[in-house]
């Protein structure tokens, strides 16, 4: 949850705190370009990032509080049904 208004650059300020910021992003709409709440901070070393998450979570950033985590991969996205299989029970008209 971050604040509309925080950028890469205060991203990487608020964490360097604990440790060394090889990396710090604030995720934008590809369209708008306005930030999409959150953020990916990378450390030196999976001991700084402890630092980091225990420093910041819970924290408030640009007047929001945010809420600091390891990044979860992500799920792998199934391949859209082919045409001539049905796995709703809705039927386009034809």
Same mark, same amino acid.
């Given at each position: ?18 440790? @060394? ?56 996205? @199934?391949?859209? @049904?082919?045409?001539?299989? @049905? ?8």
């Amino acid at each position: 949850g971050l604040n509309k208004r925080t950028t890469s650059d205060g991203l990487r300020e608020a964490f360097s705190k604990f440790g @060394q910021v090889t990396d710090a992003r604030v995720i934008t709409d590809r369209i708008s370009g306005y930030s999409r709440g959150f953020g990916f901070v990378r450390y030196a070393t999976v001991e700084e990032a402890g630092e980091g998450i225990k420093g910041m979570d819970g924290k408030f950033l640009d007047g929001w509080v945010i809420f600091a985590e390891y990044a979860k991969q992500r799920e792998a996205q @199934q391949p859209p @049904q082919s045409a001539g299989t @049905q796995s709703s029970g809705y039927q386009y008209p034809s």
